[in-house]
């Protein structure tokens, strides 16, 4: 017999270091570092039966101060992600949809220096621009063949700046698996799928969680297409570990918080006879200090960067204490962006939104680490001319986010929270006096809508500043578009707020008083 582990991270995010940068001395159960330990001591500990292979599943060169202050800074080393993975041995990456934030050229440079091969089956054109190796690889240790497929949610292009993939189209996932996989099983014994991608519906029942936009279609890839025998997702940020209508399956998480392990026994003639799929925590692991030797001098840096100050506030707090309670009020802090998205876009109208619970927002003497964590996404800013029947309909997806249960208690509806939390598909909006009531049926809840004090009228054409994520229709809102966009302003949304306070010495907290919610 010969057991083979398939080992893999994703959605990392470029938290190498046990920190969420909430302070110098923060310490957090996550983190490439603790995964590595995980990982090289399964290598090192590996029976002379047993084959290990490492995957990297994407999402990794964006996402934390440390990913922000290499962008920002040219004369920093952005190669050390892809020398940090390379010294951790993965055997294959594939690309996740972050890795394009930044555009081609910074993503050449950062996954440029690495001994792995990246994979991308659906994306066309990956290969001339240089971005991808292949489409698979296959990989033979102690006589038995592995395949890997990699493959990339589909969606990037509703999300992304179109200049950020020029020459790239991103086929359907499901018709690039049913294309190759069977070609694999003709070429290896064990053929392994690594999707950056998710579940539309839960694996088990096959029951839809989401719209089928081809966001995430780990469903169908289960039941459309047959001959694999393991399959790696990520990008939701769930932690899954089971076996799918017989695949066994991994979904890792985020941050390095775990490392997904799936096992496979096969028999002398090379045949699958068992499978177990699991995940194991990096909680308590100690963190790699082999591997952190290459990144600790840009960490020390990192670090000094975060706590320069960017400017000084006055009037109300704009301290978020209670996340739900600023999306159900309004907080002087999403006033603040907004603001800013309005002075930089040109508007009297913008929308944002408080993309998590660990939001904190800034205190009296902000610094650039309380504002990349309040604001962790490299969102540039587009305007889009919508018509007041657009607008009422975005106000409604949002009023969506709120339901009353039968003790008339305001809660959040799980649409937004399951299966995976999305509390960034809620925005808040500056320049329209508006009042949802709750008493009213989805999609019939915006009883007020006014602009400068008068009614919006269904045929009546505003401009809307919002992140491009949201004017290119992501988080589920068709009425934003990428042909609605009249103006873009290529500056990603904390640099623009840092600009702000620096023609602003002093910015004042103002809490919004547009928005109210009947309950």
Not at 293 to 316: C, M
Not at 465 to 470: E, F, G, H, K, W
């Amino acid at each position: 017999m010969v057991k083979v582990k398939i080992l893999s991270t994703s959605d990392v995010h470029g938290y190498v270091y046990p920190t969420k940068y909430l302070n110098a001395a923060d310490n957090q159960p996550l983190g490439l570092l603790k995964a590595a330990t995980i990982i090289d001591g399964i290598r090192q500990n590996a029976a002379p039966d047993e084959i290990v292979i490492t995957i990297e599943n994407g999402d990794w060169i964006q996402g934390s101060p440390l990913t922000t202050y290499l962008a920002k800074h040219p004369e920093e080393p952005s190669e050390l992600l892809s020398q940090l993975t390379t010294t951790l041995n993965y055997d294959a990456g594939v690309l996740g949809n972050h890795e394009f934030n930044y555009g081609l050229d910074y993503l050449r440079t950062c996954e440029g220096d690495r001994d792995y091969p990246l994979l991308g089956a659906n994306i066309e054109g990956g290969e001339a621009q240089r971005i991808v190796d292949a489409p698979y690889t296959i990989i033979e240790r102690r006589g038995v063949r592995v395949a890997i497929l990699g493959l990339t949610t589909s969606y990037i292009p509703v999300w992304e700046t179109a200049e950020h993939i020029v020459g790239l189209q991103f086929d359907s996932i499901v018709t690039t698996a049913k294309h190759w996989v069977p070609r694999l099983r003709q070429q290896a014994d064990v053929v392994v799928v690594a999707y950056h991608g998710g579940f539309e519906a839960d694996p088990t029942t096959g029951k839809p969680t989401e719209r089928a936009t081809g966001e995430n279609e780990g469903y169908r890839l289960l039941t459309e297409v047959s001959g694999i025998d393991a399959l790696i997702t990520g990008h939701q940020h769930r932690q899954l570990a089971d076996i799918y209508r017989g695949v066994p399956t991994t979904q890792p998480g985020e941050k390095g918080v775990a490392v997904g392990m799936i096992d496979l026994v096969l028999d002398k003639s090379k045949q699958i006879i068992d499978h177990d799929a699991r995940l194991l925590t990096t909680a308590d692991a100690q963190p790699a200090d082999w591997l952190a030797t290459l990144a600790d001098e840009t960490e020390s840096r990192v670090q000094r960067w975060l706590d320069q100050p960017i400017g000084s506030l006055s009037g109300d707090s704009l301290t978020v204490t209670d996340a739900m309670a600023a999306r159900r009020h309004g907080h002087p802090y999403l006033q603040l962006v907004n603001t800013v998205e309005m002075a930089a876009g040109g508007t009297d109208i913008a929308a944002t939104s408080l993309f998590n619970d660990d939001v904190r927002g800034l205190s009296v003497q902000p610094t650039i680490r309380q504002l990349l964590n309040s604001y962790s996404y490299p969102n540039t800013l587009v305007v889009e001319q919508l018509s007041g029947q657009d607008i009422r309909a975005a106000l409604e997806r949002c009023a969506s986010f709120w339901l009353l249960n039968a003790e008339g208690k305001v809660t959040v509806n799980p649409a937004f929270t399951t299966p995976k939390v999305q509390l960034y598909n809620y925005d808040f909006y500056s320049g329209l006096t508006y009042t949802f009531d709750l008493h009213q049926p989805i999609g019939q809840r915006v009883v007020q809508l006014d602009y400068h004090g008068v009614p919006v009228q269904p045929d009546q054409m505003l401009s809307v500043a919002v992140n491009q994520y949201r004017g290119n229709g992501g988080g589920d809102y068709p009425m934003f578009s990428a042909t609605k966009i009249t103006r873009e302003v290529n500056v990603d949304l904390p640099e623009l707020i840092m600009t702000y306070f620096e023609q602003h010495p002093v910015v004042v907290g103002q809490q919004p008083t547009n928005f109210k919610i009947i309950s």
